[in-house]
Nanobody, 117 residues
Framework: QVQLVESGGGLVQPGGSLRLSCVVSGSFFADMGWYRQAPGKQRDLVARITRGGSETYADSVKGRFTITITRDNAKNTVYLQMNSLKPEDTAVYYC???????????WGQGTQVTVSS
């Protein structure tokens, strides 16, 4: 059974940093990524990364060189490093993984990120 276990969320002041981690059980995953959902809003892509390391960022975070997605294929882990956080980054962040064969998507349980002074 595939499980995605996220960690690293929490409360941080504006301008602060957080590093989210997601360990995925199982194997043969193509894209892995992070989505976020703010209260009353839909779940949107933040960033995703292919198995080969090609990164895609949402327009809402593109150009902010303070958000970086990486992955360690040997550890089946994807990371989201977020620096210079803003209050509008407050949301529940969800890890996502897509099977290499068949394209089935899997989701983590979500981790809360709150940016507030």
């Amino acid at each position: 059974q595939v499980q995605l276990v996220e960690s690293g969320g929490g409360l941080v002041q504006p301008g602060g940093s957080l590093r989210l981690s997601c360990v995925v059980s199982g194997s043969f995953f193509a894209d892995m990524g992070w989505y976020r959902q703010a209260p009353g809003k839909q779940r949107d892509l933040v960033a995703r990364i292919t198995r080969g390391g090609s990164e895609t960022y949402a327009d809402s975070v593109k150009g902010r060189f303070t958000i970086t997605i990486t992955r360690d294929n040997a550890k089946n882990t994807v990371y989201l490093q977020m620096n210079s956080l803003k209050p509008e980054d407050t949301a529940v962040y969800y890890c996502n993984a897509v099977r290499m064969f068949g394209g089935t998507q899997y989701w983590g349980q979500g981790t809360q990120v709150t940016v507030s002074s």
